[in-house]
Structure formats: C-alpha cells, structure tokens
C-alpha cells in the first residue's frame, strides 16, 4: 500500500504591487509614499514566505493567470500550447509540470462525451510542447545546444519543438536565475571529470544529465549549455561585456516570449533566484518586467531534488 504523502510543492499567485510597476516608482510622489511603503512590506513578507519554503525542501511555483485560462471543464480547441524557456536547468520539475498539464482532458480539445473513448489519445499526443532553450554565452553553440536538448527529450520521452533563444546570451539573464557559488561549484567539478575521462579515453556519456546526478553533480543551478557543455561550447574566449543591470535582462527576455509565444496558453520558465542580500522592490518588479503583457505565465523553482528518470 501507499504510505503517508506529503506535498513537495507550493502554489502561490505572483502579486501585483503596484507602485513598483513603472521606471518611476523609486521616486514616487509624496501623495504616494504611503502606499509605496505599504507595498514595500508586503513585498518583503511575500519574499520571505517563498524564500521560507524553499528553505523547506519545496518547490515554488508562482502562477500569473488571466480570464483565458482554462478552468476545470472547459475545452480548449486544437489541443492548445504550452511553451516552455529553459534557462536554467533545476532538476526536472520545469519540464515535468508541462509535461503533465498538456495530459491533462482539458487540454485534448475534445467534449465530455469524447474524453472517455480518447484515454490512449490523451497519453500520447496532449497539447502541444514547445521549448525554447536560452543559450547564457556568446561561446555556446545554438545547433549543437538544440541537439543536445532534443535528444535529452528522447531519452525522458517527452515530446517538444526545440528553439534556440541567442538574443539574451550577452545579458546576466543566468546570474538572475540561479545561485552561481553553487553553480561555480558544480561547474568546477563536472569539467574536471570531463578533463579526467578524455586524458584516459573514456568516451563522453551519452547521457549527459544522469552521468552528472551518477556522480554526485546537481545541475540544480547550471544552465543548459554547463549541464551539456561537452557538447555545445565552442573554443575561445568566454570575456564580453554585459549589456544589463537587471531590468534589461527582463526587459528584453519579456520582448522574446512575447514575439516567440504570443499564441500560447500558457508560458513556463524559471523563477529567479532568491539572495540572502536580495531587495524585495528590485526583485518583483524584476518579475513584473519579464511577465509584462503575457495572460498566463508559471514561474517555477525546483527544491533540487526532482528529477525524471531515462529508462532504458
């Protein structure tokens, strides 16, 4: 039998503050000082009950919905999509929850009376994926990450167009996303370990993200071109001057998946990292700026420990 189950993750909607929408907001009237420190706190408490939860080992989803998306019941015609941008690679959960949304009836695009004769339907085909994967430096290589990622999809079983993203590739977009001691850390390691296979003629793995969790390595905090870096970096120096302060980075990753998924459902992507030193004010309207003018986004932050399993 079953024994007691826990919930690994927490649902939680993206507030609107406001007096943070805007360039101006830092300066706002005096009229409006008062709910500008009102929104300050509120947005400091909303901060350290996501950061309090991940300190718990849970997952973090942040949901911004609108009026068009589907409830329970409703039907959405031609299948629907679900656009996935993968910046950071945090285990599995960011393409795991997709995964299981487009199974779900309301995305088959079919009424009451059809649901029933349309299970194996529902268990092959679903909504419609598309993943966008964000390469973090000049020195990666848009085909070879594309490749490396659709035969990652073809191990795990999922099916999904890959897109390359290049455009933010000389932004911080990455330092944003993740916490980079971590990531320093297991990017150190898993080259040494490539370094070390190559001088004694080990071949490189097939699998590049279970040979990474085999040997203790957590691609929690890595980008996709660090998790298949043996495939998709090219030689040369890896110095350029960033773009962003932050707000750029938002800014033009918002411009992106405006053009790229302006006929989606619904968007999935990473949910920025969260300091010890972090401002709650710089780090909503970070939110805001990337979610701006897109219906229904789900921010997703992983505990680490999630992971989807390649059978054989």
């Known amino acids: 039998g079953l024994g007691p189950l826990s919930p690994n993750s927490i649902l939680l909607s993206l507030p609107s503050f406001l007096t943070f929408e805007g360039k101006n907001s830092s300066s706002a009237s005096e009229a409006n000082s008062i709910a500008h420190e009102q929104s300050r706190i509120k947005a400091e408490n909303y901060l350290r009950t996501i950061n309090g939860i991940l300190n718990l080992g849970k997952a973090v989803i942040l949901f911004k919905s609108s009026p068009s998306y589907p409830q329970n019941g409703d039907i959405i015609p031609d299948r629907g999509t679900i656009d996935i941008w993968w910046i950071v690679h945090d285990g599995g959960l960011l393409l795991l929850l997709p995964y299981l949304l487009s199974k779900h009836a309301v995305w088959l695009g079919c009424g009451d009376g059809k649901r029933k004769k349309n299970r194996l339907r529902r268990k092959t085909i679903g909504a419609k994926l598309r993943l966008f994967a964000v ?47 971590s990531a320093d850390r297991d990017v150190m390691t898993g080259s040494r370990d490539e370094t070390l296979r190559d001088k004694i003629g080990i071949p490189r793995p097939n699998n590049p993200v279970a040979s990474l969790r085999k040997d203790g390595i957590s691609t929690h905090h890595m980008t996709l071109g660090e998790v298949f870096a043996s495939d998709c970096y090219e030689d040369g120096p890896s110095n350029f001057s960033h773009i962003d302060d932050g707000m750029q980075a938002a800014s033009m ?60």
């Open 135 to 181: 390469t973090t430096s000049p020195r990666e290589n848009a085909e070879k990450l594309r490749k490396a990622v659709t035969e990652h999809l073809e191990r795990v079983r999922i099916q999904a167009d890959v897109t390359v993203v290049e455009d933010l590739a000389r932004t911080d977009i990455a330092r944003y996303m993740r916490d980079e001691t």
């Open 253 to 312: 990753m918002n411009e992106m998946v405006q053009r790229e998924s302006c006929d989606a459902n619904l968007v999935v992507t990473n949910l920025p990292f969260i300091r010890k030193d972090h401002d709650s004010e710089k780090y909503f309207r970070f939110l805001h700026t990337a979610c701006e003018g897109i219906d229904n986004v789900m921010l997703v932050r992983g505990s680490g420990a999630e992971v989807i399993t390649a059978y054989a």
